[in-house]
């Protein structure tokens, strides 16, 4: 997002990343669960959101496709692909897993 979130835009943004894990939690280890639901927690959604998706891109390249239609837009609006915080070629990993022609 190019401004700070309101209270119940973050709600609906974290609403769609808790769906997404939801598709793909049997993907990630405890540790990476344990590593996602701490950043929600301390709502970081945007730190959730790039660590989930690193964590999904190295172990499995089955990311169920409803995951990826939810996933791919809501990396844009949390701004992400214009500035990643812990892989500088995040988005572009991103659209690569994110692909829909590639389910």
Not at 7 to 34: H, I, M, T, W
Not at 57 to 64: E, H, R, Y
Not at 81 to 100: C, G, L, M, R
Request: glycine share 2%.
């Amino acid at each position: 997002m190019t401004t700070e979130p309101t209270v119940e835009e973050y709600v609906l943004l974290e609403n769609r990343l808790k769906e997404a894990v939801a598709l793909c939690e049997d993907l990630l280890s405890d540790e990476e669960a344990a590593h996602l639901q701490y950043y929600m927690r301390h709502d970081e959604i945007e730190m959730a959101y790039e660590g989930f998706c690193l964590s999904i891109f190295n172990n499995s390249s089955q990311i169920p496709k409803e995951a990826k239609l939810i996933l791919l837009p809501l990396g844009i609006d949390l701004g992400l692909d214009k500035e990643s915080i812990y892989d500088p070629e995040f988005w572009h990993k991103a659209q690569t897993h994110f692909n829909v022609a590639n389910q």
